[in-house]
């Protein structure tokens, strides 16, 4: 079974930095896929950015060049790094273990997905 659990969230300023973990259990991260979602009040949920098996990204244009997704499989560990952080940053934040991570957001969700419990990310002055 694939089990993630988020942390890391909290609140910012705007333009502060905030690294948010996924630490995977019960798989081989190796083999998979993740990414992070968001939701933000009143909103769906957003694909923000996502990391391949072999380590390849993609991001949702409204964080390129200030997110960056990273993992670390020996840890089962999945990292985003979020920088210069905006008040339409704030969201919760999920990671989701096993997506289709392809260049458009839109098609990362796969019916055998899992997404954690989320952690809330408030970026306000």
């Known amino acids: 079974q694939l089990h993630v659990v988020e942390s890391g969230g909290g609140l910012v300023q705007p333009g502060w930095s905030m690294r948010l973990t996924c630490t995977a259990s019960g798989f081989t991260l190796d083999y998979y896929a993740m990414a992070w979602f968001r939701q933000a009040p009143g909103k769906e949920p957003e694909g923000v950015s996502c990391i391949n098996s072999l380590a390849g990204t993609h991001y949702v244009d409204s964080v390129k060049g200030r997110f960056t997704i990273s993992r670390d499989n020996r840890e089962a560990t999945v990292y985003l790094q979020m920088t210069d952080l905006k008040p339409e940053d704030t969201a919760v934040y999920y990671c989701?273990?096993?997506?289709?991570?392809?260049?458009?957001?839109?098609?990362?969700?796969?019916?055998?997905?899992?997404w954690g419990q989320g952690t809330q990310v408030t970026v306000s002055s």
């Open positions: 989701v273990a096993n997506v289709e991570c392809m260049a458009a957001p839109q098609y990362w969700n796969n019916p055998d997905e899992s």
